[in-house]
């Protein structure tokens, strides 16, 4: 079991910033992964999309391609917070975000970067990026 808890949310102007944390906590693998997931206004929870993600032991980082480049996924060496440090934030980013852990190794999610390979879920924090 690991335990998620987002924080950082907020309301931002089209081009700002915002930084999310994910403290972690909890049994987790040498080679998990965690990742932030996002869920748009409307959407189900069946529709959460993958993010960003990293390697829990490694570091190693994914990004899809609508936020390669302005979003940035990070661990502090204590390994107890990852962050999601977010800049020229578009509305089209406007969703609750969610940090999610799972053993399954970061090669398996940017493979299929879908929900379903994750079990461990944060309660999420609400991003409105304003026109």
């Known amino acids: 079991q690991v335990d998620l808890v987002e924080s950082g949310g907020g309301l931002v102007q089209t081009g700002g910033s915002l930084n999310l944390s994910c403290a972690v906590s909890g049994r987790i693998f040498s080679r998990s992964t965690v990742a932030w997931f996002r869920q748009a206004p409307g959407k189900e929870r069946e529709e959460r999309t993958l993010?960003?993600?990293?390697?829990?032991?490694?570091?190693?980082?994914y990004y899809v391609d609508s936020v390669k480049g302005r979003f940035t996924i990070s661990r502090d060496n204590a390994k107890t917070t990852v962050f999601l440090q977010m800049t020229t934030l578009k509305p089209e980013d406007t969703a609750v975000y969610y940090c999610a852990a799972d053993a399954a190794d970061l090669r398996a999610v940017a493979r299929a970067p879908t929900w379903r390979l994750f079990r461990n879920w944060g309660q999420g924090t609400q991003v409105t990026v304003s026109s």
């Open positions: 993010v960003a993600a990293i390697g829990w032991s490694t570091g190693s980082t």
